[in-house]
Nanobody, 124 residues
Framework: QVQLVESGGGSVQSGGSLRLSCAIS????????MGWFRQAPGKEREGVAA???????IYADSVKGRFTISQDNAKTTMYLQMNSLNPEDTAIYYC??????????????????WGQGTQVTVSS
């Protein structure tokens, strides 16, 4: 059974930083794409960043230069380092995983497994 469990959310003031973690277990593939998505109040869920099992990464334009996606050497945990946070980053953040695809994208339909989400709140 595949499980993705996020942690590290919380409340922070504008300009602050948070580091989200996503612990992955039971994933049946040795190659994969993994990503972070977020959903702000009243808005649709959107892609934030993704990483290929080989290490390639992509970012949404809104977070480029501020957020960094990474994974540990054992590839059992994925991280999202978020710096220079602003109120527009307030959302529930979800981690997701899917089978490896040759093009790394932030398309939600390409990710099969999802975590339960963790709240990030940025105050001005």
């Amino acid at each position: 059974q595949v499980q993705l469990v996020e942690s590290g959310g919380g409340s922070v003031q504008s300009g602050g930083s948070l580091r989200l973690s996503c612990a992955i277990s039971g994933f049946p593939y040795t190659t994969y794409n993994m990503g972070w998505f977020r959903q702000a109040p009243g808005k649709e869920r959107e892609g934030v960043a993704a990483i290929h099992s080989g290490g390639s990464t992509i970012y949404a334009d809104s977070v480029k230069g501020r957020f960094t996606i990474s994974q540990d050497n054992a590839k059992t945990t994925m991280y999202l380092q978020m710096n220079s946070l602003n109120p527009e980053d307030t959302a529930i953040y979800y981690c997701a995983a899917g089978v490896w695809l040759p093009i790394l994208r932030l398309r939600q339909d390409e990710y099969t497994y999802w975590g339960q989400g963790t709240q990030v709140t940025v105050s001005s």
